[in-house]
């Protein structure tokens, strides 16, 4: 019994040393040159969203008064968005805000004299060339502050896709240029790695007319949706 005993706790101990060495063996090893190689791929596509921030501002001497009076105001600003075809979807509520104004006369405590309520909502347009005709037709439903609009390819998958394989290429191709110039060859790739990727440009400010002007035109002209990838590769 004790010879079975001692040999159970020797092959316990043989054990450990053993699953260690397994872990250790996860991380792959180079036995060649290793070169780093850092690649960007990058496509262009015309953006096909527009999205647009759109609200009321109302100011009155009692905070009732001034949040119903934006809301009175905001009600008709969205029958002018769903007049115009744009989706309850592409509609979501950004802000509700009430706040006091004061008046500060000199060596006097502030005065209030009334309330601004804000009401706004933010808008995606899916038909952008024709969305500076909605934006004209919400001013003169009462909307008076207007911000945007940012461009954006509503589905990016495919485009960021074809980046990626534009980058693979890059890095493979500098990959060889680099084993070929110091006199050896690529062997492998040991392993790639993504950064970055597509960004939504921010929004350009845009004034609201409140008189008669030119219809308000939005172009969409082209985005860039781009990769980076990190790439590691053994030279031998």
């Known amino acids: 019994m004790k010879n079975a005993f ?3 706790i020797l092959l316990g101990a043989v054990a450990i040393p053993s699953a260690a060495a397994a872990q250790a063996n996860i991380t ?6 290793r070169l780093d190689i850092n690649a960007t791929g990058e496509v262009t596509r015309v953006p096909d969203v527009a999205v647009i921030s759109a609200g009321v501002v109302s100011r009155s001497p009692t905070a009732t008064a001034a949040l119903q009076d934006s809301a009175s105001k905001m009600s ?7 007049q115009a075809g744009v989706a309850d979807r592409d509609i979501q509520t950004s802000n509700v805000s009430l706040n006091p104004e004061y008046r500060y006369p000199e060596n006097q405590s502030p005065e209030l004299v009334g309330y601004t309520a804000s009401n706004s909502v933010t808008v995606r347009f899916r038909d952008v060339r024709n969305s500076g005709k909605i934006l004209d037709a919400l001013v003169r439903e009462g909307a008076n502050q207007i911000n945007g609009p940012t461009l954006v390819v509503d589905k990016p998958e495919a485009a960021l896709d074809e980046a990626r394989a534009k980058a693979i290429a890059t890095g493979r191709a500098r990959a060889e240029l680099y084993a070929r110039s110091l006199g050896m060859r690529v062997a492998r790739i040991v392993s790639v790695s993504e950064s970055g990727g597509y960004s939504v440009p921010p929004p350009v400010p ?3 007319r409140m008189e008669a002007a030119p219809a308000t035109k939005i172009e969409p002209g082209e985005q860039k949706l781009q990769v980076n990838l990190a790439m590691v590769f053994e030279l031998q």
């Open 28 to 33: 792959q090893t180079i036995s060649g040159t």
């Open 6 to 8: 001692f040999c159970a």
């Open 76 to 82: 008709q600003v969205l029958a002018a968005l769903k």
């Open 206 to 208: 845009m004034m609201a």
